[in-house]
């Protein structure tokens, strides 16, 4: 599949599914998340900040699937710690969904994901 396909999925989805290896019992875990796309990255924010399981699991293993529309994509997940940029994505995440949903959804701020999809 390529990357355009995939790019124009995500154009018409809120959300998207990722699929990460567990870490303790190497299994694929798949859930629904939310993300930020620009240009050719991806951003995903872990609801429960560096305490989420998959981000902890991206830890360990940092090749994901991410699932849109029927499409998928294989990529390397870049975990993100520097608060400064952190800051940056929970804004692009208020713009894009509302400061109030995120607000409601996500308790910790202190990591999130960066995808590069080029």
Known sequence: ??????????????????TVTG???????SLPVWFV????????LPVKGSN?????NV??????TLSA??????VQARPVTDPHQVRGIVEKFR???????VQRYYT?????VEVGLA
């Open 95 to 101: 713009a894009k969904y509302g400061a109030a949903d």
């Open 52 to 56: 989420s399981d998959w981000y902890k």
């Open 108 to 112: 910790t701020f202190d990591v999130a």
């Open 37 to 44: 796309h620009e240009g050719s990255t991806l951003y995903l």
């Open 1 to 18: 599949m390529a990357t355009a396909d995939f790019a124009q999925a995500l154009a018409s989805t809120r959300e998207l599914e990722i």
């Open 59 to 64: 830890r360990r293993t940092p090749t994901m």
């Open 23 to 29: 870490r303790t019992t190497g299994r694929t875990i």
């Open 69 to 74: 529309r029927g499409t998928a994509l294989t």
